[in-house]
């Protein structure tokens, strides 16, 4: 990074507060270092802080003088990232600060995420917090915990501490819209229980590769059409007859896309001639089908020491089968918000245990009975290979309301600011907004954000010029909004 160039971004108060949590490791449940910073910033900067059961932290930012009788207004966002880096880049998410690069208008990572989604949205809320130069009412920070894995601090969320009935969520990636719904969702988690045995003989081990795949958000950019890599490995191997697996793993997150999967296995030695035509099959396929939207992709074979144990034949090709046929992607387009995903699945994670091989796979969906049903059809054709199959952690939709004051009151205000009028719509990653309402009673919200692109994955962008509108225009809306 130069890091001189860095410091000169503006707004700088904005990008410095970005940089400080980027040296903070925040992955998913583990998120000590930010409360312990926050924690750390109220106290220097004399504002009230609470700490909830669950670990979310609340900020109390008094009104500036005059504006005292102003509603109160929470800005939200989360603490947590979702880690993914490339493959044969060292880096301890654990440890580690994220290296930030400026690429012209865009700042992005060296080889991991970016955590904009949602470091973006405390560094803005921080830098409106000290502005002395903007003009506010009493605001409220809530900055929640483990949104990317469940989003926990959301549903733990300490009601009693909000005192605002106005919430700005800032979880947001597309500049110029202003989002009032979202999709729920929940998980399928597929367990086969299954026992190494000796191959036996006749048979040569093989190792699969798919790498080099986009992967992607699985809900803001599920309908981008990009290959799933556990999904691609299925089909190589779903024609195979004798196939024993010894591994499979796949995929980082349950709300990524699977870029990269390895199958380790053993197959019987008349096979190896269909496996390599399988092989070639696909990356003809592959080439063809995602020219467009993930051409990078490759499919390889690696022949390797014939494993010594292995899991039946039987028990392998079931399960290949299942993971072939399973639902990945979009399902339903909505028919009431014209191109916005309604319905869709991403079968996330494969991983081989102790006890066998372990499946993981997120729905979506604007409507909680599509949701359900697809979830549904996911763990029925699971159990075709001998899974065990539980849903967890169902979380609700956030449905859109036309009438609610706030949304057209930052309408018009983002209208008289730019001169655009702003888009109207929900989205289908999930946002915390539909939790929190209906943890507080008469909660109003919307959610808005600065341009971001890639995000979950190490194609991750911010837009510098994006962050310093989207500030100026949260600043102008907080120094009018009623």
């Known amino acids: 990074m130069n890091h001189m160039k860095y410091n000169e971004l503006e707004p700088k108060a904005v990008f410095g507060y970005f940089k400080d949590l980027s040296d903070i490791p925040r992955e998913s449940g583990n998120e000590e270092g930010v409360q312990k910073y926050l924690l750390n ?50 880096h301890d998410f654990a440890h580690d600060p994220i290296h930030i690069l400026v690429d012209g208008d865009f700042i992005t990572a060296d080889g991991t995420t970016l955590g904009g989604d949602d470091g973006i949205a405390i560094a803005m809320a921080l830098a409106v917090f000290t502005d002395e130069n903007c003009k506010h009412g009493p605001l409220e920070g809530i900055f929640t915990k483990s949104e990317e894995t469940g989003m926990d601090g959301a549903f733990g969320l300490d009601a009693s501490l909000v005192e605002s009935r106005k919430l700005i969520n800032l979880d947001s990636e597309e500049e110029g819209i202003i989002y009032i719904g979202c999709a729920g969702g929940i ?110 992709g490759t499919i390889t074979v690696e022949e390797k020491a014939c494993p010594s144990l292995t899991f039946s034949n039987e028990d392998s090709t079931r399960l290949i089968r299942a993971l072939h046929m399973a639902p990945h992607g979009v399902e339903a387009m909505s028919t009431s918000l014209p191109g916005v995903v309604e319905t869709s699945s991403n079968m996330a994670i494969i991983e081989t245990t102790e006890k066998g091989i372990t499946v993981i796979s997120s729905h979506r969906s604007s409507i909680m009975s599509s949701r359900d049903d697809i979830a549904l059809r ?52 999930g946002l915390e907004c539909g939790i929190i309402n209906s943890r507080v009673k008469g909660m109003d919200s919307v959610s808005f954000g600065p341009g971001m692109s890639g995000v979950h994955s190490t194609d991750e962008k911010l837009c510098i010029s994006s962050v310093e509108r989207t500030t100026r225009f949260l600043k102008h809306l907080l120094s009018i909004i009623r």
């Open 41 to 90: 910033f109220a106290k220097e900067h004399n504002f009230t802080v609470h700490v909830d059961k669950v670990g979310n932290v609340i900020m109390k930012v008094p009104a500036t003088k005059g504006y005292e009788k102003y509603p109160s207004v929470a800005i939200q966002g989360h603490m947590d990232m979702v880690c993914v880096k490339d493959a044969g880049v060292k």
């Open 187 to 296: 998980e399928t988690e597929s367990n086969l229980a299954a026992t190494k045995s000796a191959t036996g003989a006749g048979y040569q081990g093989f190792t699969l590769r798919v790498q080099g795949l986009m992967g992607g958000h699985s809900g803001g950019e599920i309908d981008k059409q990009r290959a799933n890599a556990i999904k691609l490995a299925a089909r190589t191997l779903n024609s195979l007859k004798t196939i024993k697996l010894e591994t499979a793993k796949g995929g980082t997150k349950r709300n990524v896309i699977p870029s990269t999967a390895e199958f380790s296995f053993a197959i019987k030695k008349e096979e190896v001639a269909a496996l390599h035509k399988a092989v070639k099959d696909i990356n003809e396929a592959y080439a063809n089908e995602y020219a467009t939207q993930d051409p990078q």
């Open 378 to 429: 996911f763990k029925e054709i699971m159990e075709t290979s001998g899974a065990t199959v539980a849903l967890k952690g169902p979380y609700p939709s956030w449905q859109p309301d036309t009438s609610s004051p706030l949304m057209a009151f930052c309408s018009k205000a983002y209208e008289d600011f730019s001169h655009k009028k702003p888009e109207i719509t929900a989205i289908h990653a």
